[in-house]
């Protein structure tokens, strides 16, 4: 009965979306002034530096509670280490040259948000490149995908890691979990991983989709989306996307996706447009209108 919502709680998923994706948006647009700018003064804004500013953003949203989990804001080498957590100790800068991954979410007074994003601000290595274009596009295979009303998430899995796979290269953490409603992140019994798991997949499900790639000493890239179960025809579902956030696709070799994979991009990020610009700060639109622009063929 818990893993398949009600009306009133999928509601309030979808409700709490737009606030924590404005919250998000407005903390994105931010780090893409502050970064560069604070690089080029010699005091490089850091993790921590990032994660108390997007407490702050996400605390000006209308029935923010607190953080759903602890935040991992992770640049560089530390992102290669899937659950980091920055402290004093730990704090690396944000620079141009790398990327930095931000895994978040918050508890609002309607539903609860978990997302991840991968960004750079310069151009990274043609290796880090490839990584990321591979993580996107195994995203982009899971949760494009159709299929038979109660698969089990194991059976789905595949489809994630596949892009990974043919680079003889994987991850080492479950595809996707449930969310509860103002409860646990990671909310039992529905999970997408290898391990075998017979709970069925259903409409009403809340997943999360977030396949990664972590390389020690370099480099770690999460891509997470959190998306409801919806019956797409008589016995099939698909997956809806929740969460509301621009992909950074500057980092994207393009010529390695197909056109349906552009596609989606390009409308995922109209819907994103469309839903935050009355919600996000005045300063903060023009970058979204960036970040959401078409994709050049």
């Not at 601000?121 to 494009?144: C, E, N």
């Not at 043919?166 to 999970?191: A, C, K």
């Amino acid at each position: 009965m818990k893993a398949t919502k009600n009306p009133v709680e999928l509601a309030g998923y979808r409700e709490c979306h737009h606030q924590d994706g404005a919250a998000w948006v407005n903390f994105l647009a931010w780090l893409s002034r502050e970064v560069p700018l604070r690089e080029a003064a010699g005091q490089p804004l850091t993790e921590l530096d990032a994660q108390a500013q997007q407490l702050a953003f996400r605390q000006q949203q209308p029935g923010f509670i607190e953080q759903s989990f602890e935040t991992i804001s992770a640049s560089s080498s530390n992102a290669a280490m899937c659950h980091y957590h920055s402290s004093e100790a730990s704090n690396k800068p944000i620079g141009h040259d790398h990327f930095y991954l931000n895994d978040s979410g918050g508890q609002y007074a309607n539903g609860t948000t978990d997302a991840t994003r991968t960004l750079a601000w310069g151009k990274v290595d043609p290796q880090q490149r490839l990584h990321y274009t591979a993580v996107l596009r195994g995203f982009l295979s899971l949760i494009t995908l159709q299929f038979p009303s109660g698969t089990q998430g194991h059976q789905l899995d595949a489809f994630a890691r596949r892009p990974l796979w043919e680079m003889g290269l994987d991850y080492d953490h479950g595809t996707g979990h449930g969310v509860g409603h103002q409860l646990l992140i990671h909310e039992n019994p529905h999970r997408i991983a290898k391990k075998v798991n017979p709970w069925p997949l259903v409409a009403g499900n809340i997943m999360t989709i977030e396949p990664g790639y972590y390389l020690g000493d370099s480099h770690g890239i999460r891509i997470e989306n959190q998306v409801e179960i919806v019956e797409s025809r008589p016995g099939f579902c698909k997956f809806a996307s929740l969460t509301l956030i621009p992909i950074d696709l500057s980092q994207v070799e393009l010529h390695l996706l197909s056109e349906q994979e552009k596609q989606w991009l390009d409308a995922y990020h109209r819907q994103v447009r469309e839903a935050l610009s009355p919600l996000v700060n005045s300063d903060a639109r023009p970058w979204l209108v960036e970040a959401t622009a078409p994709i050049s063929v």
